[in-house]
């Protein structure tokens, strides 16, 4: 059966999560704990930083992610691994919506999920929370817009 949609459509909806959407610079990791902002959202903490996409980060990706589970809470590695992988699994089916907001408002953004629950996590409530998280994402990229554009903001800085 053929598709009489354009191949970009399905080039841009890819639910994949490559190298590029992973936080691997070291500089970048520094700068998302020490120079972000931050949110919980039971059991995530969220941190992240939003940029202009004519500024270079480590890779032309719009959004960059982290994911980690503490070692306080999760005792056993095979948890932990468990937890990253329900994390980056939601996050991957669910992304677009962010990503196709990032190119509209021309921004980038990094992000960091810091999972914080004792238990290991089921995948039903982790997608529920992560498509909370990325919608709540959404809405600060577009205040950090409307505030970018507003001509009070631009006349006082």
């Not at 959004?63 to 699994?89: G, P, W």
């Amino acid at each position: 059966m053929v598709s009489n949609l354009p191949k970009h459509f399905f080039m841009q909806h890819r639910q994949t999560f490559t190298k590029k959407e992973r936080l691997c610079s070291k500089k970048l990791t520094e700068k998302l704990f020490k120079k972000s902002q931050a949110f919980f959202e039971y059991p995530f903490k969220v941190v992240y930083f939003i940029t202009d996409s004519t500024e270079s980060l480590a890779s032309d990706a719009p959004a960059q992610v982290l994911f980690t589970a503490s070692k306080r809470n999760l005792k056993k590695a095979v948890a932990r691994n468990r937890a990253k992988r329900i994390m980056r699994e939601a996050f991957r089916k669910n992304k677009t919506v962010l990503y196709e907001n990032l190119e509209k408002a021309a921004k980038k953004i990094v992000v960091g999920f810091i999972y914080n629950a004792p238990q290991t996590p089921e995948y039903q409530r982790t997608e529920q929370k992560i498509i909370f998280i990325i919608n709540r994402l959404i809405r600060e990229v577009d205040r950090i817009c409307k505030q970018n554009t507003n001509p009070a903001t631009i006349n006082n800085q």
